[in-house]
């Protein structure tokens, strides 16, 4: 159930519930007179539904505002993380151009090709994995750029 028909439920609930045991407990201690009691109970519902109707048009109002600013935070994301992820790359071919050059020049021995290999292999992958992440939260980017915190058997990372 959305949190505005909720809200809004529960105001009508409590509100109605509050009209009928209030007038019957007035009525108690009162006068009988059945005109007056009528109409305490009619402008009393009149007033919940009024303000029922007011509360849901501005709670739900006040939800669609909160997804939109949500929505924009995600497209916000999902655009900084396509930037990252182009930079990251160019860096990446440039990284290989450079190990490929001072390999051409016999500069780097072949551990050292070894370990440019490895390293771009494991920046391009991690790269790779974080912009495969459709839930976007802070555990599911640690989980993808630090692994090695997250045991899967522990009873919180599940």
């Known amino acids: 159930m959305k949190p505005y028909m909720k809200i809004t439920l529960i105001y009508f609930v409590v509100g109605a519930s509050w009209i009928f045991f209030s007038d019957r407990f007035f009525s108690s201690i009162t006068p009988p007179s059945i005109y007056i009691n009528y109409v305490q109970t009619y402008k009393g519902w009149f007033f919940v539904l009024t303000t029922a109707l007011l509360l849901f048009l ?11 600013r949500e929505e924009e935070k995600r497209k916000v994301f999902y655009t900084t993380m396509r930037a990252v992820h182009h930079i990251l790359n160019n860096f990446l071919q440039k990284l290989s151009f450079f190990k490929l050059d001072k390999t051409e020049s016999n500069l780097l021995t072949e551990e050292e090709q070894v370990q440019f290999d490895d390293m771009i292999h494991a920046t391009s992958e991690q790269i790779k994995k974080l912009g495969e992440i459709s839930d976007i939260n802070t555990i599911e980017i640690e989980k993808t750029v630090y692994p090695e915190n997250f045991d899967r058997n522990s009873p919180g990372n599940k």
């Open 58 to 68: 501005l709670t739900r109002k006040m939800y669609y505002n909160l997804e939109e």
